[in-house]
């Protein structure tokens, strides 16, 4: 297994709208594989296919204490979502280090493939719920600070940039590891 680069918030192609999965070969398990270790290496909840900038509806979750629930689900949809709303501090291992309020609704059920292509549902709640939306927004190309205000996005998109600087120079920034383990239960 290989540990990916992870595309950092700005970059235009976190924005690009994934497409979906149509054939189910190893090269498919060899990714979600792949994905599964770079999000528990992060570390992290959930890894959607276009942050590894491989644009297919794809995504990994494992909201799991012990790291050993992964969940994959492929061309996923939503058929329901509940009308209560839930707020969650929300982090992303594409914009590491920022945490911020989010709302969504607090249930849903969503349709979707697993890796061999047998079709599946799941009714999430709590922190998998808030994943799974979370997740399901980057195929759309949407990254979770575009729900925030456009002063908090801005603010944001500086601290980034100025991070890809110094990277780019050699110096210490992290790709999410300055995140405790204990805290590890926001990125998504």
Request: proline share 5%; glycine share 8%; hydrophobic share 40%.
């Amino acid at each position: 297994m290989t540990i990916l680069s992870i595309l950092r918030y700005p970059d235009k192609r976190l924005h690009k709208t994934a497409v979906p999965v149509t054939v189910f070969d190893d090269r498919l398990k060899k990714l979600v594989a792949d994905m599964a270790e770079t999000m528990y290496d992060a570390p992290g909840v959930g890894l959607a296919a276009s942050q590894v900038d491989e644009h297919i509806q794809l995504i990994v979750i494992d909201v799991s204490e012990t790291q050993k629930a992964l969940q994959v689900l492929i061309n996923p949809e939503i058929v329901w979502m509940s009308e209560e709303k839930t707020v969650y501090d929300e982090g992303c291992l594409s914009v590491p280090g920022i945490y911020d309020g989010v709302e969504r609704p607090s249930q849903v059920k969503v349709r979707a493939l697993d890796v061999n292509g047998q079709p599946f549902e799941l009714h999430a709640d709590g922190l998998l719920a808030v994943c799974v939306q979370h997740e399901m927004d980057h195929l759309k190309g949407i990254v979770f600070v575009e729900y925030l205000s456009p002063l908090k996005r801005n603010r944001i998109k500086t601290r980034m940039l100025k991070e890809e600087r110094e990277l780019q120079r050699g110096g210490k920034t992290g790709k999410g590891g300055t995140v405790a383990p204990s805290a590890r239960r926001g990125n998504a």
